[in-house]
């Protein structure tokens, strides 16, 4: 079956950075892209960027440009998101997906969340 | 950027009620559109995509419509698993803005 397991909760200082993984199995995991989602406390979704694991190209939400890095692994299934320059406001639940984007974007599976804690 | 505003932003209903939530884009984004149910603690749940088609696995009570800039996502009969927040969202410019949620509560 499909699974997207994350790693495990982070605190950071801020100024730090912090780099989550997303191991897939179950699946061709160069066959589709994943995303990457977070979510503060009591807030709503917000989307961060992608990585296309077959050709390691990614794209990146505005807000994020310059402080965020996404890469990935092909011979150990995973996909890293790495997020520089920590501030209080970044404290978060960090969300792997997997998405199909010659569906129009399909985001079927998801990660258990990673919670990264920004504390001084 | 495409920006995506749901509304009501919290709605009070009962079991059996019918439920519709709206999502409307800032421009067209055609019928590139996903709904997900969240619940408490939990990753998203995708419902509903290109507008308007079921997800495997997802009960057919739940049904999504439109195109353009103006969609819905309709309940048919509530159910008790179904309290939860729903959220619309774009896939079709260059960053996949989510609409800011919709907190269905008894």
């Known amino acids: 079956q499909v699974q997207l397991v994350q790693s495990g909760a982070e605190v950071k200082k801020p100024g730090a950075s912090v780099k989550v993984s997303c191991k897939a199995s179950?699946?061709?995991?160069?066959?589709?892209?994943i995303i990457w989602v977070r979510q503060a406390a009591g807030q709503g979704l917000e989307w961060m960027g992608w990585?296309?694991?077959?050709?390691?190209?990614?794209g990146y939400a505005q807000k994020f440009q310059g402080r965020v890095t996404m890469t990935r692994n092909t011979s150990i299934r995973t996909a890293y998101m790495e997020l520089s320059s920590l501030r209080f406001e970044d404290t978060a639940v960090y969300y792997c997906?997997?998405?199909?984007?010659?569906?129009?974007?399909?985001?079927?599976?998801w990660g258990q969340g990673t919670l990264v804690t920004v504390s001084s | 950027d495409v920006q995506m505003t749901q509304s009501p932003s919290s709605l009070s209903a009962s079991v059996g009620d019918r439920v519709t939530i709206t999502c409307r884009a800032s421009?067209?984004?055609?019928?590139?559109l996903n709904w997900y149910q969240q619940k408490p603690g939990k990753a998203p749940n995708l419902l509903i995509y290109?507008?308007?088609n079921l997800q495997s696995g997802v009960p057919s009570r739940f049904s999504g419509s439109g195109s353009g800039t103006g969609f819905t996502l309709s309940i048919s009969s509530l159910q008790p698993e179904d309290f939860a927040t729903y959220y619309c969202?774009?896939?079709?410019?260059?960053?996949?803005?989510f609409g800011q949620g919709t907190k269905v509560e008894i």
């Open positions: 179950g699946y061709t995991f160069s066959n589709y892209g």
């Open positions: 290109s507008a308007s």
């Open positions: 969202q774009e896939t079709y410019s260059v960053s996949w803005t």
């Open positions: 990585v296309n694991p077959k050709s390691g190209n990614t």
């Open positions: 997906a997997r998405v199909d984007h010659a569906s129009g974007g399909i985001t079927d599976y």
């Open positions: 421009q067209s984004i055609s019928s590139y």
